[in-house]
C-alpha cells in the first residue's frame, strides 16, 4: 500500500494541486453574489379581505449565481409572492419569507432575505371614490403655474375599510413643469395614500392639465398730457378736461421696461367730430403693436370742448 501511495508522487501531487485550483476557479465562477433592494412584496389574500398594514413593503435579497447569470438579472421582473388565500385571516400574522417566495429570476439562487419576517394585519375590503389632485415639480421658463386640474377627477379606491375611511385624496406623481413655456397635459400615475398598505386604484393613471399663464408687471405714469388729433385745415382749438391723466400698464417686464424708454402716448380722436357740440369721450394709449401689453387710464374719459 505504500508502495502504491509513493508511486509516481510527483504526478499525484501535481494532480491534486490542480485539481485544488481547479476547485477554487470553479467556485469563484459561480458563487457571484449581488444584493437587489427594494423588491416589492406582493401579498395575494381571500377575497373580500384586504392588508390593513403591512410591516415592509419591499425586501432586500442577496442572489447567488455564476457572473453571467446575475448580469441578466432583470430588477423589475422580481418581486416576493406571499400567497395567503387558503390562510385564515384574523388580527395581525407573522408571515416568514421563504426562498420559494420569490419570483423572476432564472439561474441564480437566493440565499438570504431581509427581513425574513413581515408582520400584516387585515381588514374587511370595501371601496370608496376619491378626489384626485396633482403636484409640479420645478419652474417654468416664463410665467407660472396658474392651476392644475387632473381628469378623471375621481378614482376608485379598493382597499381596507378602516384606512378608506381615513383617507381624503390622493395625489398624482409630481409633473415636471421645469423650463416649459405653456400649458400641457400630461399622463401621471396616482400614488397610494401610503407605504404601508397597498390599494387597488381605477383608473391607475390620470391625465393631469398643467396651465401656465404668463407673469406679468405693471407700470404706473402719472401726469401724462392728453393729446389731440385734429383734421390740419381745423379753425378750432380744442380743450381737454382733465389735461393730465395717469397710465397704468400692464404686461410681461421686459416689455415694460422697453415702454419706459417711448413714454406712451395719451390722445383723443377728434377728426370727425363736430366743432358746435361738447363731447365726453373715452381717452386711449397709443402702444406698439404686436406686444401683449394692456393699458388703463385714470380717469378713463375726458370733456372735449371746441374754441375758436
Known amino acids: ?27 469563484e465562477t459561480i458563487n457571484n453574489e449581488v444584493i437587489i433592494s427594494n423588491i416589492p ?25 455564476s457572473q453571467e447569470n446575475i448580469r441578466l438579472i432583470d430588477n423589475k421582473q422580481i418581486k416576493v409572492l406571499v400567497d395567503l388565500r387558503t390562510n385564515a385571516l384574523a388580527g395581525s400574522l407573522d408571515i416568514p419569507l421563504q426562498f420559494g417566495n420569490i419570483r423572476g429570476t432564472r439561474g441564480v439562487r ?38 392644475t386640474t387632473c381628469e378623471p377627477a375621481i378614482v376608485l379606491l379598493r382597499g381596507p375599510a378602516q384606512q378608506l375611511s381615513q383617507t381624503e385624496w390622493l395625489y398624482t406623481e409630481p409633473v415636471d413643469v421645469e423650463g416649459r413655456i405653456e400649458s400641457f397635459v ?9 407605504n404601508t398598505w397597498t390599494p387597488v386604484i381605477e383608473p391607475p393613471e390620470v391625465n393631469v392639465n398643467v396651465q401656465i ?3 406679468t ?10 393729446e389731440v388729433i385734429v ?40 377728426i370727425d367730430l363736430d366743432p358746435s357740440l361738447t363731447y365726453d369721450l373715452p381717452i386711449l394709449v397709443f402702444l406698439p403693436s404686436g406686444r401683449n401689453i394692456t ?14
Open 213 to 215: 399663464t404668463e407673469k
Open 231 to 270: 383734421r390740419p385745415s381745423s379753425a378750432f382749438k380744442v380743450e381737454i378736461i382733465p389735461d393730465l391723466v395717469n397710465i397704468i400698464l400692464t404686461g410681461k417686464a421686459e416689455l415694460l421696461e422697453e415702454l419706459k424708454k417711448t413714454s406712451p402716448k395719451a390722445f383723443i380722436d377728434c
Open 41 to 65: 412584496v406582493e401579498i395575494k389574500i381571500m377575497d373580500g379581505w384586504a392588508v390593513l398594514h403591512q410591516s415592509s413593503d419591499s425586501v432586500r435579497v442577496t442572489f447567488r449565481g
Open 110 to 147: 437566493a440565499v438570504r432575505i431581509e427581513p425574513e419576517i413581515i408582520k400584516i394585519s387585515t381588514d374587511r375590503e370595501s371601496e370608496k371614490p376619491v378626489p384626485v389632485k396633482s403636484r409640479t415639480a420645478g419652474k417654468p421658463f416664463a410665467g407660472e403655474v396658474e392651476k
Open 295 to 308: 393699458a388703463m387710464v385714470e380717469p378713463a374719459f375726458a370733456r372735449v370742448v371746441f374754441k375758436k
Open 217 to 226: 408687471d405693471t407700470l404706473e405714469l402719472f401726469n401724462i398730457p392728453v
Open 1 to 27: 500500500m505504500r508502495k502504491a501511495l509513493l508511486n509516481n508522487i510527483r504526478i499525484k501531487a501535481l494532480a491534486l494541486v490542480l485539481a485544488i485550483a481547479s476547485w477554487y476557479a470553479i467556485s
Open 186 to 194: 400630461k399622463r401621471c400615475r396616482v400614488l397610494p395614500p401610503s
